[in-house]
């Protein structure tokens, strides 16, 4: 089963931050959260992660809450083309590397 | 810079047949994965593979098998095709075994 947690969809207007949020609460202290996106069954698009601290890139932000329980990503000015499925990922990233999907969210941006 | 490419893009089989599927990594990635994603389902996890060898393996049958060749490409092979193998067939790079791994745009497998 998934390490991770996300409500099945979501709605943002063109424009405005889409936030994003993920429950990771059984996460181990060596496990980073890794976000990626899929667009009409393509191929998943990495995004971002982090381990503990906040991290921000020209894609997204990801807030990461002190207890590491949970996430969330920020898309700072959606726009019609970030309309995918999100998935936040828990990820070991060691030698017997197993990455579980959840089934995600999927963001639909309104213009 | 090239991404991570696979063939064949779609592909009709027929239940009982074999299938190969390939994938080359992003130039200077030593590590593959692959996974196998239904309609509507998430991806799930079936190898990987670093420096040829196999460093994880999902929970799916013996019909499937990989391996990785010396120039990092790898194969993915199914055999004794059921129709639950309809699925799209995801190949992911990454430098090391243990960094970030970019996906390619994945191979569509229809078992009729």
């Known amino acids: 089963d998934a390490k991770t947690t996300q409500p099945p969809s979501m709605d943002c207007a063109e424009g405005r931050a889409a936030n994003l949020p993920c429950n990771h609460s059984?996460?181990?202290?060596?496990?980073?959260v890794y976000w990626y996106r899929q667009i009409h069954s393509q191929g998943p698009q990495y995004i971002i992660h982090g381990l503990k601290n906040n991290e921000t890139n020209e894609m997204a932000s990801l807030i990461i809450t002190e207890d590491r329980k949970s996430s969330t990503l920020i898309l700072p000015h959606a726009t019609l083309r970030d309309t995918a499925v999100y998935y936040c990922?828990?990820?070991?990233?060691?030698?017997?590397?197993?990455?579980?999907w959840g089934l995600g969210t999927s963001l639909a941006v309104n213009p | 810079d090239a991404g991570v490419t696979q063939s064949p893009t779609h592909l009709i089989k027929t239940r009982g047949q074999h299938v190969t599927l390939r994938c080359s990594p992003i130039?200077?990635?030593?590590?593959v994965s692959w996974y196998q994603q239904v309609l509507g389902q998430g991806p799930q996890f079936i190898f990987q593979?670093?420096?040829?060898?196999?460093?994880g393996r999902g929970n799916f049958p013996d019909r499937f098998s990989a391996r990785q060749f010396p120039n990092y490409s790898s194969e993915l092979n199914v055999n004794a095709l059921l129709l639950g193998d309809s699925a799209l067939y995801l190949c992911?790079?990454?430098?090391?075994?243990?960094?970030?791994?970019?996906f390619g745009p994945g191979t569509r497998l229809l078992v009729l």
């Open positions: 130039s200077g990635h030593k590590s």
């Open positions: 992911a790079s990454n430098l090391y075994a243990q960094e970030t791994q970019y």
């Open positions: 059984t996460i181990s202290g060596n496990e980073y």
């Open positions: 593979y670093y420096e040829k060898e196999e460093r």
């Open positions: 990922i828990a990820d070991n990233a060691g030698n017997n590397r197993k990455l579980i």
